[in-house]
């Protein structure tokens, strides 16, 4: 971990951030959420990786690895004695994984125990959630993950709610532009995965598209990276020209009311 954080230095990145929240199988075996079952192991790491480097050291964890051992309060307290300068706090379990609502009240126990920056993280899918997750927890800043890939542009969202208490929904054609840009990104990259890839984002991201579901089934049914553009294309060009199935409204969330479109 320490020779890891010495290259990221070297590499002229600004902080090193250790992520103590992952729960996925793979990485539980040798790391991530599983490290919270070894508090004194995790305090080892902690303090080699911060006298390996004189960039920020960042942390982000998970509640506990069950409800019979929540320690994210022990462990900030211990990531700030040994010199960690920001927590980012995900309150669920390992073993809830993504189920469930995230306890909000416990990235407020953490700000309130913790003299380094805490970090809000779970459940923020409206810039809506995110004004409303610094005002319950007092949390400094808030941390967006699979909301992101759905809607990427959350963040101009969250700065423009912050400034006006309204923001932007993107267009059809914002989210023609941006899905056609990437695929033709990957497509130019010879990556060696790239239907993987097509696949991934188009399972995210075109739940925010009309008619989505049928976006979905094209882009699976192509054949070659190729063929998934030709096909994307071709899609939007049968709405633009009114030739697709009545479009139906993207899902809105009930607690977001203040979306308008411009």
């Given at each position: 971990?320490?020779?890891?954080?010495?290259?990221?230095?070297?590499?002229?990145?600004?902080?090193v951030?250790?992520?103590l929240?992952c729960?996925a199988?793979?990485?539980?075996?040798?790391?991530g959420?599983?490290?919270l079952?070894?508090?004194?192991?995790?305090?080892e790491?902690?303090?080699?990786?911060?006298?390996?480097?004189?960039?920020?050291?960042?942390?982000?964890?998970?509640?506990?690895?069950?409800?019979?051992?929540?320690?994210?309060?022990?462990?900030?307290?211990m990531a700030?004695q040994?010199?960690?300068?920001?927590?980012?706090?995900?309150p669920r379990?390992?073993?809830?994984g993504?189920a469930?609502?995230?306890?909000?009240?416990?990235?407020?126990?953490?700000?309130?125990?913790?003299?380094?920056?805490?970090?809000?993280?779970?459940?923020?899918?409206?810039?809506?959630?995110?004004?409303?997750?610094?005002?319950?927890?007092?949390?400094d800043?808030?941390?967006i993950?699979?909301?992101?890939?759905?809607?990427?542009?959350?963040?101009?969202q969250?700065q423009?709610?912050?400034?006006?208490?309204?923001?932007?929904?993107?267009?059809e054609?914002?989210?023609?532009?941006?899905?056609?840009?990437?695929?033709?990104?990957?497509?130019n990259?010879?990556?060696p995965?790239a239907?993987?890839?097509?696949?991934?984002?188009?399972c995210?991201?075109t739940?925010?598209v009309?008619n989505?579901?049928?976006?979905?089934k094209?882009v699976?049914?192509?054949r070659?990276?190729?063929e998934?553009?030709e096909?994307?294309?071709?899609?939007?060009?049968?709405?633009?020209?009114?030739?697709g199935?009545?479009?139906h409204?993207?899902?809105?969330?009930?607690?977001c009311p203040t979306e308008?479109?411009?």
């Amino acid at each position: 971990m320490a020779d890891a954080a010495r290259m990221v230095e070297d590499l002229g990145y600004d902080a090193v951030d250790i992520n103590l929240g992952c729960p996925a199988k793979k990485v539980v075996k040798c790391g991530g959420s599983g490290l919270l079952r070894d508090l004194r192991l995790l305090e080892e790491i902690f303090r080699t990786v911060r006298a390996a480097v004189k960039i920020p050291l960042t942390i982000k964890l998970r509640a506990g690895w069950d409800e019979k051992s929540i320690v994210a309060k022990e462990v900030v307290r211990m990531a700030e004695q040994v010199g960690v300068e920001a927590a980012a706090i995900h309150p669920r379990t390992r073993l809830q994984g993504y189920a469930g609502r995230a306890d909000w009240n416990l990235i407020g126990e953490v700000k309130q125990v913790a003299g380094i920056p805490i970090i809000g993280n779970g459940d923020i899918q409206c810039p809506e959630d995110a004004a409303r997750m610094v005002r319950e927890t007092g949390c400094d800043a808030v941390m967006i993950g699979r909301a992101a890939a759905t809607n990427p542009w959350i963040f101009a969202q969250m700065q423009e709610y912050q400034e006006t208490e309204r923001y932007r929904v993107p267009t059809e054609e914002d989210r023609h532009r941006l899905l056609s840009g990437y695929y033709g990104q990957i497509l130019n990259s010879n990556l060696p995965d790239a239907m993987g890839k097509m696949k991934q984002f188009a399972c995210w991201f075109t739940h925010g598209v009309g008619n989505g579901s049928e976006l979905r089934k094209i882009v699976h049914m192509a054949r070659t990276p190729g063929e998934v553009v030709e096909n994307v294309e071709r899609f939007f060009e049968r709405k633009a020209a009114g030739l697709g199935k009545p479009a139906h409204e993207p899902d809105k969330r009930e607690d977001c009311p203040t979306e308008v479109r411009t």
